[in-house]
């Protein structure tokens, strides 16, 4: 595993153990359920905005990362109910699908800038043959959009199981099995993006080989 698929590895175990060792040690420690899981999502949010910091820039993850403290925030402010703060990840995925799906009928796919800096390699001419492509290649963003609209499906579709979860199980027992439809979401959507990374690749390859010979 080279370090880029381990740190967006490590991404995801942070944002999905995080919360729920954070929820299970304040949890022992005597907090009540509501506490427990504020202040261990603040922990996650926290976590998130220094990689938005580190980055030094407003991207589309730090968009949605922006979104999501906004929402924890509102309510926080609204409500001290324990199921609610479960559903704040609902809240925040159906905005991240929606947010998906938007950007796939305006301006650039999520996927495609979310991937440039990885895509690109640092090299000044292969991120320059990317944004060629995504102006001149009608296949290249069909792609793009395509893998940007399925992962926007899986979050709302995700976002609605959880939901339903969060609503008819006891709070001890969603604050665990509330985690499974984002698992699978984060699975399916990985398994469907690897298959269509080769065809972007190939793309991307051919492109810069044109270049190379101009």
């Known amino acids: 595993m080279n370090s880029a698929k381990a740190r967006a590895l490590l991404v995801v175990l942070a944002d999905v153990l995080l919360p729920l060792v954070g929820y299970v040690v304040l949890h022992q420690l005597g907090f009540s359920d509501f506490w427990a899981l504020t202040l261990a999502g603040a922990l996650t949010a926290a976590y998130a905005l220094a990689r938005t910091i580190r980055r030094r ?72 043959a990317l944004d060629d492509l995504w102006e001149t290649r009608p296949d290249f963003r069909h792609l793009h959009r395509m893998i940007t609209g399925t992962w926007a499906v899986l979050w709302l579709v995700e976002s609605a199981v959880r939901a339903l979860i969060v609503l008819h199980d006891p709070v001890s027992q969603s604050v665990w099995t509330s985690q499974i439809p984002g698992i699978a ?9 690897r298959t269509q990374v080769p065809k972007l690749r190939r793309i991307v390859d051919q492109q810069q080989a044109v270049a190379e010979v101009r």
């Open 57 to 128: 820039r407003l991207d589309a993850v730090g968009t949605l990362v922006v979104l999501e403290i906004a929402l924890s925030a509102v309510l926080l402010v609204l409500t001290r109910d324990a199921r609610v703060v479960l559903l704040k990840p609902s809240l925040f995925t159906a905005v991240a699908g929606l947010y998906l799906l938007h950007t796939c009928f305006v301006g650039r796919a999520f996927t495609f800038d979310s991937s440039k800096p990885m895509a690109g390699r640092g090299d000044p001419q292969r991120e320059q």
């Open 185 to 193: 979401a984060v699975l399916l959507g990985v398994a469907y993006t």
